[in-house]
């Protein structure tokens, strides 16, 4: 495909900086519950600042309206004498578009009537009900870009039958217990159990793959319109994804619906040139990178690239704990000495990463697995 076309969709951002550079900042060896002073007598002091971006529209209504409903939450707590008494000073900038904003992350439940909220100044998983007959599809893909989650894809039930489909909206959160959904350009092909991923360099959501598809499309954020990327070599259903060098995509493992395999194969796409997605073999036990419905977190090291591969379904079906790491430079596959703290698959392909500093991403059975990168360990939330 040719260069000049596929970058109508993926345009090179060349004003982007730190996405973090003014959003709330933990010290580097602070931890997270030490934001929220446990209760002596008195009151509890936090400070957060809520970042908001001019993404669609102007949005200080919008603000207005989050600000209200935190101060509505907080008199809520204040009512029940049972809780400290908790003084919240918000603090509210305009940001530019590309920088994050907001710090809960949303998902919803697949198959399901509600939405999973997680707070990392309460360190909290929260589960809110719908007042909805619609379910969310099963096996929809999820992003979150705060303070949005983009979902595409999945399937519903008709009538004796499962529709795949090709939606594509955003949720974002609207009041205490309300939630907006806004629906974009649907994308070009029907998907489900496919990768979502972001792709900040070039403002830019892409899917990948899928049961029975080799698909791979991007959609500019800035232009709300799709276009096609060169296809993958092999059907990937369940497979994850990640960004290295900010130009280099890589889709990794899978399974093959058409051959009925478990993939221990890695594809990259360099969006800077014309050239397809590039098949690789890397080396390392085989047998480690069977799986699908993992997770994948990108980082940087001693200026070479590393890629996390997390969890998932195995080749005898059974959920994962295995920990590996994918060196760029090498090619090489290592499984990690220390292993996730559940046995889980993910509820998206990739981490998000919040202003703190960690990474974030929501187990198959509700459960949070955080990283952090400082340490290099991770550890778990299961409390809702």
């Known amino acids: ?12 951002n060349s004003n982007v900086t730190d996405p973090y550079a003014n959003s709330i900042k933990f010290g580097p060896n602070m931890d997270l519950n030490s934001i929220i002073t446990p209760p002596k007598e008195g009151e509890i002091k936090a400070v957060i600042e809520v970042v908001r971006n001019k993404f669609e529209m102007d949005c200080e209504a919008e603000i207005e309206e989050h600000r209200k409903a935190c101060i509505e939450s907080i008199n809520k707590i204040n009512g029940n004498k049972n809780s400290p008494t908790f003084n919240l000073v918000i603090e509210v900038n305009n940001m530019k578009w590309e920088e994050r904003n907001m710090t809960e992350l949303l998902f919803p439940e697949k198959g399901g009537k509600s939405i999973y909220i997680f707070n990392p100044l309460l360190n909290k998983i929260e589960q809110i009900f719908l007042d909805t007959e619609d379910e969310f599809p099963i096996s929809l893909a999820i992003c979150n870009r705060l303070p949005y989650c983009f979902c595409c894809g999945g399937k519903v039930k008709v009538d004796d039958d499962y529709v795949e489909l090709n939606d594509f909206y955003t949720l974002k959160r609207t009041g205490i217990n309300n939630f907006e959904k806004i629906f974009l350009p649907p994308m070009l092909e029907e998907k489900t159990n496919h990768c979502l991923f972001e792709v900040p360099y070039y403002k830019s959501i ?32 369940g497979a994850s994804c990640a960004m290295i060098n900010d130009t280099l995509l890589f889709c990794f493992f899978g399974y093959d619906t058409e051959n009925s395999e478990y993939l221990t194969s890695i594809e990259k796409l360099d969006l800077e ?24 977190l990108q980082y940087r090291q001693n200026f070479e690239d590393f890629v996390f591969i997390l969890g998932g379904i195995n080749i005898l079906n059974n959920e994962s704990q295995d920990w590996m790491e994918y060196n760029e430079k090498n090619n090489t596959v290592e499984k990690m000495e220390s292993n996730m703290p559940y046995k889980s698959s993910f509820f998206c392909n990739s981490f998000t990463k919040l202003p703190n500093g960690r990474f974030y991403n929501l187990t198959s059975d509700y459960q949070l697995i955080q990283y952090e990168s400082l340490g290099k360990y991770l550890f778990g939330i299961r409390e809702k």
């Open 206 to 237: 892409c899917t990948l793959g899928g049961a029975n598809s080799k698909d791979a499309e991007v959609f500019d954020l800035e232009e709300k319109t799709w276009s096609k990327l060169p296809e993958l070599n092999c059907i990937r259903e």
């Open 273 to 296: 040139k014309e050239e397809g997605w590039k098949l690789m073999n890397p080396f390392g036990n085989k047998s480690f990178m069977k799986r699908k419905f993992f997770s994948c």
């Open 1 to 12: 495909m040719n260069t000049l076309k596929r970058a109508s969709c993926i345009k090179r």
